[in-house]
């Protein structure tokens, strides 16, 4: 794994590296799935008040020269929620995307729900604000519709101007862990949607114990929580417990295995594709439906939203198309009987020491 940019698409191969005061308590609302005619995606009510679609297409993986149109062929196909992030390295082709789309009348800017992440080498609170600041400036947008931590880890801060993305090191060959808190990162996060820079604000990657300590210094508490989350990967515990606070939760990697196999990862290589289950495929055919549209659905029919991409024209759409019909139970509790509490994006995995998972 090149790990100065370990989350960007690449045909090479991978080398990887030789108790705080409580404040009041926080008021939290439950998401409420609604559908909208101006969405082509029901959506999910934030704690936040706004409205995320509950479908979205994903810029993890898509490729500098290919994402602008990507987007834009989304944006025409109906997708309205992008979900981009500093480490994914095309923010600046993903708005371009965005700007051909509004400047052809297919959206305005309104209509659409875009997400951005902070990266770990910018959690020093003085920090925040100006990444956020030149994240916006690489989008040609004014606002995120949400701006997520991307994982609970601080790495020593990287000068943007030096290397951008920075990747898990410091050097581009070693991992430095730098000294900011989650609390003070949060409370830089808050300051962003109080300026109006994120209209919502949320987590990734973080288990129940670290939610419950951020839950008790918040002011504003996250809208929403990004995990990763397949068959393979159900994570109910955390899922519930999330929900159960109103933090509306969004699936990664809904196809479990398949994202990682390029990326090298020996778990995903030593595990059956789901699209290829028994389980999966008899589902889909009962349903007339694909594989894919399966385990999308088992998500959104349990309130969690997903994020998947493609390609393809046909499957762009078919990916959006997993809301208008129900799974049985017993089909839900099928696929979820898969589970092995198999994780694929952890930075161990990449030969990051970080074992934030265990």
């Not at 925040?128 to 994982?151: A, N, S």
Request: charged share 20%; hydrophobic share 35%; proline share 6%.
């Amino acid at each position: 794994m090149n790990l100065t940019r370990p989350f960007q698409r690449t045909t090479a191969l991978f080398n990887r590296p030789s108790v705080i005061a409580q404040s009041s308590p926080i008021r939290l609302r439950q998401p409420i799935l609604r559908y909208y005619a101006s969405m082509p995606s029901p959506t999910v009510k934030l704690n936040s008040g706004h409205q995320m679609p509950l479908v979205g297409f994903g810029l993890w993986k898509v490729n500098n020269d290919t994402c602008a149109d990507q987007v834009y062929n989304a944006i025409k196909t109906g997708y309205r929620l992008f979900d981009g992030a500093c480490d994914y390295g095309n923010e600046v082709e993903s708005g371009q995307g965005v700007a051909r789309a509004i400047k052809d009348g297919i959206v305005k800017r309104e209509d659409l729900f875009l997400v951005s992440k902070l990266w770990n080498s910018f959690h020093d609170h003085d920090q925040v604000e100006p990444i956020c600041k030149k994240q916006l400036k690489d989008w040609g947008i004014d606002y995120f519709d949400l701006y997520i931590v991307h994982f609970p880890i601080s790495l020593k801060y990287v000068d943007p101007s030096e290397r951008y993305p920075p990747g898990f090191t410091y050097d581009g060959k070693h991992v430095v862990e730098g000294n900011a808190t989650i609390q003070e990162t949060w409370q830089a996060m808050e300051k962003l949607q109080q300026k109006g820079m994120a209209k919502s604000i949320g987590i990734s990657n973080f288990n129940s114990q670290l939610i419950m300590d951020l839950l008790r210094y918040a002011k504003i508490a996250p809208a929403t929580l990004q995990i990763e989350h397949h068959p393979y990967l159900t994570q109910e515990g955390l899922v519930k417990y999330a929900q159960s606070k109103g933090i509306a939760i969004t699936a990664y990697s809904s196809f479990g295995p398949q994202s990682f196999l390029e990326l090298d990862i020996k778990q995903a290589k030593d595990t059956p594709l789901l699209m290829d289950h028994d389980t999966v495929k008899k589902i889909a055919e009962k349903h007339s439906k694909t594989p894919a549209q399966v385990l999308l659905r088992w998500a959104t029919q349990r309130d969690i939203a997903v994020i998947p991409k493609s390609n393809n024209q046909g499957r762009l759409a078919q990916n959006l198309d997993v809301t208008g019909w129900d799974l049985g139970e017993d089909e839900l509790d099928a696929v979820s009987g898969l589970n092995k509490s198999l994780r694929f994006n952890d930075p161990v995995n990449y030969g990051v020491p970080l074992p934030i998972f265990v």
